[in-house]
């Protein structure tokens, strides 16, 4: 018996939804993430503006302003989780 290698239709969407719900998942894993991180570590700086910057770059179609904005936000975000680890490991060390 010879096998099709075009999948299903139905196994392209079961793929599809299953995709779907993986990424649904990390979203939540996420915001989870976020809020736990937030309740101990105010923001220094008014992230709202920074998205509707970015958002504003977007849509104005501004590609280079848009990726360095979204960039900056990413790596100011991601340099606020490293000193809040980075103090919490000295913390517990007692150093």
Do not use: W, Y
Not at 31 to 51: G, S, T, Y
């Amino acid at each position: 018996m010879r096998r099709s290698t075009r999948p299903a239709t139905g196994s392209r969407a079961t793929r599809f939804i299953l995709l779907l719900n993986f990424c649904a998942t990390l979203h939540d894993l996420s915001d989870r993430c976020r809020r736990l991180f937030l309740e101990n570590n105010p923001i220094d700086r008014d992230v709202a503006q920074e998205h509707r910057d970015i958002c504003g770059a977007t849509v104005g179609r501004r590609c280079d302003e848009a990726c360095r904005l979204l960039r900056d936000h990413i790596e100011r975000t991601g340099r606020m989780v490293l000193r809040s680890l980075t103090e919490k490991t000295v913390d517990a060390d007692g150093s």
